[in-house]
């Protein structure tokens, strides 16, 4: 049958492709839904300001009257700008197990970007690295987080067999939480203590004394991250949206931040419960009872994720990791959690992947951006 490749136009076509991988993924039991309140923000360049930075296309494959793939592209011009690329990038890439309609939508995809000049096509990669990223190619049977992709293990062979190749990894660590601080451990946070007595760790119980700190840590975030592939400095608004997606979620327990004399946040530590079990559950709707479920399942959860962490380069090497870190683990162990995900650590960035082997983290995870020349 033919395939027919359709531009997104309309709210009815959007929400076609909002809701089509709850469709493909019916029978995938590791699968987790978006909360689909986000998704519709997401998806809108009048209430995601990214899109004004980009040029951006959604497509639908229909096979007779069947939606059988959708594919953003997006050309980040920023990005490409700051880094001198010429690449478009492709996400949100599902379809079922059927390489025509698989190369259909990235060839769509490579002429659309073509047509602006450009040379080469990588993903699964959106607006930044804040966003899923890369196919997931080893941990199939782990359980899925928040801000992740969750794939069939057939997109690899898709992706490879379209001429795709690796551009880069990204590892995810599990992490376990001791019973009691490791001694060698217990001696780098007494150094630290020591050496650090200028500096403040900040502990917190409740989440209206963590939002006013938000746009500080943010803008620490942007000030580490610049050398992290695909990332893109939050804007303002991206900050205090962040904080509304997260910050009802989070255990304000587990958000520790270090401030120097001058009350300037140097360093953070932000995790949250994994609240997939309860968004499974809720299947992706917050009201009336989402809600609920997934609270429910933050409090049952026996795992932690981390969300962010950062520290100042002129404080880096000085152990606020390992205290951040341990107190992090003090927390988590009050509140009867047992093990914590890394979240997406690049391949590359071994300072990073040292500390967390140095808490006794393991690889369990593993997710692939792929290139091709267009």
């Known amino acids: ?32 839904p978006p909360l689909y309140m986000d998704e519709w923000e997401y998806f809108n360049p009048k209430k995601n300001l990214l899109f004004a930075h980009c040029e951006h296309i959604l497509l639908l494959a229909f096979k007779g009257d069947k939606c059988v793939g959708r594919c953003m592209g997006l050309i980040s011009k920023d990005y490409n700008q700051s880094h001198n690329e010429n690449h478009v990038r492709f996400s949100n890439l599902e379809t079922y197990n059927d390489p025509e309609v698989f190369n259909a939508l990235v ?31 080893e941990g199939y049977d782990k359980p899925v987080v928040i801000a992740s992709n969750c794939n069939f293990p057939y997109m690899v062979d898709l992706t490879e067999a379209a001429g795709f190749t690796k551009k880069v990894d990204c590892v995810v660590y599990q992490i376990p939480i001791p019973d009691e601080i490791p001694p060698l ?18 502990q917190f119980t409740s989440r209206r004394k963590i ?48 401030a120097n004399e001058e009350n300037e946040i140097i360093a953070l530590f932000i995790a949250m419960d ?10 992706g709707y917050l009201f009336p009872f989402g809600i609920f479920q997934i609270f429910a399942a933050a409090r049952k959860t026996k795992q932690i994720n981390l969300l962010l962490g950062a520290i100042d380069p002129r404080y880096q090497g000085r152990g606020l990791d390992v205290w951040m870190g341990l107190s992090l683990v003090k927390s988590a162990r009050e509140a009867g959690k047992v093990v914590m995900d890394s979240h997406l650590e690049l391949e590359y960035n071994t300072k990073v992947r040292a500390e967390m082997e140095k808490f006794g983290g393991k690889v369990y995870k593993k997710f692939r951006i792929f290139q091709r020349d267009i």
């Open 211 to 258: 939002k006013p700190l938000i746009r500080p840590a943010l803008h620490l975030v942007n000030k580490t991250f610049t050398d992290i592939y695909g990332f893109l400095p939050f804007n303002e608004k991206e900050m205090d949206d962040f904080a509304n997606k997260y910050l009802f979620l989070i255990n304000p327990r587990f958000v520790k931040l270090i």
């Open 1 to 32: 049958m033919a395939i027919t490749i359709r531009k997104v136009e309309n709210k009815k076509e959007l929400r076609l492709f909002i809701h089509l991988p709850a469709e493909i993924h019916k029978e995938h039991s590791n699968w987790v």
């Open 185 to 202: 451990h217990q001696k780098i946070l007494e150094r630290a203590e020591k050496q650090n007595t200028n500096l403040k760790l900040l």
């Open 107 to 137: 060839n769509h995809i490579a002429a659309w970007g073509k047509s602006f000049g450009m040379d080469t096509m990588v993903g699964p990669l959106a607006f930044s690295d804040k966003d899923p990223q890369g196919f997931l190619i």
């Open 274 to 283: 994994d609240i997939s079990e309860g968004i499974k559950k809720s299947k």
